[in-house]
């Protein structure tokens, strides 16, 4: 009954929404690694003369109130976002899950209350103001940034895993793995979590692409990557005094977060689609 | 009584010519035809995929996208097809009412049932809130729940299913409509309930004068309801005309086929009873924790089992019927050491069950389960030779690489599939065959004894008759034991060699399965062997 029409599978809508998405994202790594051995000038090197250019031939996307060359700057700055990013969304996901699927395999029990309340008290705070009290602590760097978004993202997928294992447990294959004498651990590795990875993609890249944001966010207050390293949160911020004057400069680093975003969003959706062997193989 | 209805009403209330449907160009009705008159029942029988759900909602046009409908559906000489959306806005829920099999999920759960009732009146009837509250009263009275103890401010979740069941059809007749189209409303009800509301039904037709659509794949259910008959088959229909005739005759071979399976009794005859107990079940007790009502007050408890005592011998098929929330799936939980229980004793082969990790996988080798749901009980994301291997977790010297696949293959060949289908994933097989999966993952490990919960209970009357027979042929070649746990009672009696009757929590008779369905002693066994429907021989 619930056939797709034949003349556009699903595979083909999933991988509609998935190209586009790899490709904005695939170009932000590719200008983050060749950032590494090659940028059109040199971010560190101030050349007051060429200062507030428009884009031209030889700056492509202008130049700041230093003269340094913006396109050079994004190309950096996507290193520290990615960086930010990735390693944020991976603390949430290597100590996240592993307490969701704790939790739900001891349901109402003490330690499942200890987990769940433990992360409604880290998700009570804002993450800007894990990173201010981190920062107080251990002083402004893109490492704090890190471990500030990530202790943020502990609790999203501590919660998101416990609540779709709960369901899965109840499934009757869980209690035929039962019946079959497996463990709880054994149990919620090989049955409860390939069936919430695609959940985890979806939430994974929102996560991702809310790092950028948050990564942007700190650095635009002051609390992330310290100068001279470019990021494109402190871009952002310091273009905004020269708005009316150069708004090249707050357009680019814009348009860079807006683009990684995007791409990551469309990524996850078409992940999430192809991950289902029931789309997959019709 | 038929006779009567038809000698002076002879215009039919709706008169359905030549219906063809299909869906992103696959054929899904062909040429369907036929009339129901005012007080009359019309059944329409059939398998899952003969098109009998399609048809009813054709004739609403409640159809999903890419689908394309010619023919002609006239309701009192309204022609419904090509009907502006509008116009079928007022047919819907205003002349034609619907009943939907799952009465659970077709109420909201945060209206009241006078409100739900009431708004249909509200929305078509074009009276006020109060007015419309009061026909809400009369209907829901109507259908036996009276106002003493089914005040209009209930919630459904204070209500049974079957009573659901009886606001759900309030809904539907709150405005008489002149046609009600129930699909499959008593599936998913309880037998002794089954039996209510087809009376309630019936009694509503014959009072308002209504022309009624029963949809189900129950044979039996319309036997006893129904005026006429059509039996579908593929999207066509293979046999029309009055129910009594149909089943008399039977003069197409499907008509025969589904008449035999719906009655089939699998061949048992090599089967070899011992008088060696297998499973012993002592005076087990199994308590719920209620939630708390009270922040530090006590906890309460609801007692599912309640001093069960039994035992199943070696080679033997034990029956265990009763209604849902009796008690059933939790014993099952309690025998395979899944839950831990709070008195008594169970064992198999005099070692001790209980749920803690410490107990021995060589006694957890001796039993598997086969779960009814054909859909849910398997890993979605697995192929099938990991999904039948997953007992193997129980062996020691568990065989690897080709040895596994050998065995695979050979317990997939016994339940009836070909080996290649070890490397396909469950998505690919239709319900029967999934239930042979199932199957094929408890006899993997040649256990002892497979506990059937409702195994049966969701397929299609000729695939459980399938699958019935490879139950009762696997017995000789497996040596093995059943407890087969379900509802209907007519494939208990068709497979056990005795039977238990279980009500909330306690078991009211046990014995030889022919001697409790011919001699039952027990008022519950008496009124729950009662209420089957049964087919004229």
Known sequence: MSQSNVNAPAWYTASRVLIPGLLLVALVILAALVSF????????????????????????????????????????????SLAVAVLAVGIGLCVGIPLGLTAASMQGSLLDEIIMRGNDLVFAFPALLIAIMITAVFGPGAVNAIIAIGIFNIPVFARLTRGSALSLWQRDFVLAARVSGKGATRISIEHILPNITNLLIVQGTIQFSLGILAEAGLSYVGLGAQPPTPSWGRMLAESQTLITLAPHLA?????????????????????RDLSDPRIRRR | MITTNSNHHTDAQLRVNGLNLSIHETPILNSVSFDVRAGEVLGIVGESGSGKSMTAYSILQLLPDGSSLSGSVELEGQQLIGASESELCDVRGDVVGMI??????????????????????????????????????????????????????????????????????????????????????????????????????????????????????????????????????????????????????????????????????PDREGTSLTDKP???????????????????????????????????????????????????????????????????????????????????????????????????????????????????????????????????????????LAASDADKYIHEFSGGQRQRIAIARALVIKPALIILDEAVSALDVSIRAQILDLLASLVDTHDLSYLFISHDLSVVRSITDRVLVMKAGKLVEQGPTEQVFLHPEHPYTQSLIAAVPQLPD
């Open chain 1, 37 to 80: 051995v090659w940028t059109p000038f040199d971010v560190t090197k101030l050349n007051i003369p060429a200062k507030l250019q428009t884009p031209n031939t030889t700056h492509w996307f202008g130049t700041d109130h230093f003269g340094r060359d913006i396109f050079s700057m994004i190309m950096v700055g996507a290193r520290t």
């Open chain 1, 251 to 271: 357009l680019f680093p814009g348009f860079a977060i807006i683009l990684t975003v995007l791409g990551l969003n469309l990524t996850g959706d078409g992940l």
């Open chain 2, 100 to 265: 939907f099999q799952e009465p659970m999920t077709a109420l909201n759960p945060v209206q009241t049932i006078g409100q739900q009732v009431a708004e249909t009146v509200y929305i078509h009837g074009g009276v006020s809130r109060r007015a419309a509250l009061k026909v809400a009263r009369e209907t829901l009275n109507r259908v036996g729940l009276p106002e003493a103890e089914f005040a209009l401010d209930r919630y459904p979740h204070e209500l049974s299913g079957g009573q659901r069941q009886r606001v759900v059809i309030a809904m539907a007749i709150a405005l008489k409509p002149r046609l009600l189209i129930a699909d499959e409303p008593t599936t998913a009800l309880d037998v002794t309930t089954q039996a209510q509301i087809l009376a309630v039904l019936k009694r509503l037709v014959l009072e308002d004068r209504m022309a009624l659509i029963l949809i189900t794949h129950d044979l039996a259910v319309v036997a006893n309801v129904a005026d006429h008959l059509v039996i579908m088959r593929h999207g066509n229909i293979v046999e029309q005309g009055g129910v009594q005739e149909v089943l008399a005759t039977k003069a197409h071979p499907y008509t025969r086929q589904l008449f035999e399976a719906s009655g089939h009794k």
């Open chain 2, 278 to 416: 297998l499973l012993k079940v002592d005076g087990l007790i199994r308590d719920y924790r209620l939630p708390r009502t009270r922040l530090f007050g006590p906890s309460r408890y609801f007692r599912a089992v309640d001093d069960v005592s039994f035992q199943l011998h070696r080679g033997e098929s034990l029956g265990l019927v009763g209604e849902s929330g009796c008690g059933k799936s939790t014993l099952t939980r309690a025998i395979l050491g899944l839950d831990t229980i709070q008195g008594g004793v169970i064992t198999i082969d005099g070692e001790t069950v209980n749920a803690h990790h410490t107990m021995a996988l060589s006694l957890r080798r001796k039993m598997q389960v086969v779960f009814q749901d054909p859909y849910g009980s398997f890993n979605p994301r697995h192929k099938v030779n990991r999904l039948v291997a997953e007992p193997f977790h129980l062996v020691k010297d568990a065989p690897t690489g080709n040895a596994l696949r050998a065995v695979i293959a050979e317990v997939l060949e016994s339940v009836g």
